[in-house]
């Protein structure tokens, strides 16, 4: 890759069906990452005001994979499937580096994320100090972190170069035996950036397990710790480390295949090793969004509250285009029969969601507006003083033969 003609000779390693494979798989990978981690920011955006400090480092996380997927992604697609690398040296030397920085923020930033789990379980009394602003301030040092090992093959300790598939750039993993700089930058890489963080969130994690462990024993002997956890830490704790689980099983191929060809012979490593590394690599960009959104119970129900939200708008201006009486499925009368509410009776009235409304529903309605709408038969029910209506389907057969 010494001058600009050469950038052009960087072919696959691989066969075509392989390349094209590779690239398939990784358009689905980012049309999901993007689809998953935006929906997660969206929704951490909409709940700022009552964000956790600890989920500051979920929304990190979200950031750094989709830098990921917008940096790489994009440029890796179109030369997997024309079997070669498509761009110059400088788009080489960019994609490596955006490939370095979003990679180690988000490991380091799931290091950070244990750390402060087991601070909170642990040491409770500690942990409940920790506040929003010490979580920006960690965030702001897991990028300066990251940032200074990305930063570090453009000064000239360690060097970028193509991946040995030859469709994708990265850290030359061939230039340690040729050069120290190099070697000592890969060492350290190695262990300040895998070694370092496997160890301390595996650590945290076992603390936190025999502090959880401990607890609940203490808990069924009726005794009151003062480090129970409570349910919304262990749910966190769960989800945390369910995406550690799954970021290290993603990254550890690419580790394993590349101190291979760091420290032994760069020739020995199959091309299609590295290949199939980097796929997984890449799959660590889906694993947080699908965690979170699925598992986590405050943003599941702030993304069903705002897709609701949204279909409403969605359905009134279909609605108001459609009806010459707009806004009627606004009406207090509907808002109220949308609500679910229990009689004096003990009879449920839960009319769904806004049956009685057609607009919701069916955009089109009965013939376009509300009072299309054949009405539901009611029954007045009195008890005592006080009176209450209620659909007369909701009533027992023997009452409904009495009303008919």
């Not at 057609?358 to 376009?368: D, K, N, T």
């Not at 507006?369 to 659909?391: F, N």
Request: with cysteine; glycine share 6%.
């Amino acid at each position: 890759m010494g001058n600009a003609s050469e950038t052009f000779i960087l072919v696959s390693r691989i066969s075509k069906e392989n390349d094209f494979l590779m690239g398939t798989i990784y358009t689905v990978f980012g049309v999901l990452s993007v689809l998953g981690n935006g929906t997660l920011l969206f929704v951490a955006y909409r709940k700022k005001s009552t964000l956790k400090p600890a989920e500051f480092f979920v929304v990190n996380l979200a950031i750094s994979d989709l830098g990921m997927t917008t940096a790489l992604f994009p440029l890796a697609i179109p030369s997997a499937f024309a079997h070669m690398w498509l761009f110059n040296k400088i788009t080489c030397t960019i994609y490596a580096f955006c490939g370095v920085l979003f990679g180690l923020c988000s490991l380091t930033n799931l290091t950070v994320l244990s750390s402060v789990c087991w601070l909170k379980v642990c040491y409770p009394n500690h942990g409940s100090k920790f506040s929003s602003s010490h979580a920006s301030l960690m965030v702001a040092g897991v990028w300066c972190y990251a940032g200074v090992f990305a930063v570090g093959p453009l000064s000239g300790w360690g060097q970028y170069g193509a991946e040995p598939y030859g469709t994708a750039c990265c850290i030359d993993w061939h230039a340690p035996s040729e050069n120290s700089s190099a070697m000592s930058y890969i060492m350290c890489l190695f262990f300040f950036c895998y070694i370092v963080p496997c160890t301390v969130i595996f650590l945290s994690y076992t603390f936190i397990l025999m502090t959880v462990r401990g607890s609940r024993q203490a808990v069924q002997q009726h005794m009151s710790p003062q480090n129970k956890i409570t349910n919304a830490h262990a749910l966190i704790i769960k989800l945390s480390v369910a995406v550690c689980i799954g970021f290290l099983t993603a990254w550890s191929p690419y580790a394993i295949v590349s101190m291979w060809a760091a420290f032994g012979n760069p020739v020995t490593v199959p091309p299609m090793a590295f290949a199939l590394a980097a796929i997984f690599a890449k799959s660590s960009t889906l694993y947080n969004p699908i965690v979170y959104l699925l598992f986590k119970p405050n943003f599941r129900k702030s993304l069903c509250r705002d897709m609701a939200q949204c279909k409403s708008m969605f359905c009134a201006c279909f609605c108001g285009q459609s009806s010459p009486q707009k806004g009627v499925c606004r009406d207090a009368h509907f808002k109220d029969e949308c609500n679910s509410t229990r009689l004096s009776n003990g009879l449920p009235e839960n009319h769904g969601s806004c049956r009685h409304c057609p607009c919701p529903a069916s955009p089109l309605g009965h013939g376009g507006h509300c009072e299309g709408h054949s009405p539901q038969q009611t029954a007045r029910i009195l008890k005592g003083s006080m009176h209450s209506e209620v659909a007369v389907s909701q009533l027992s057969n023997e009452l409904q033969s009495d009303f008919l």
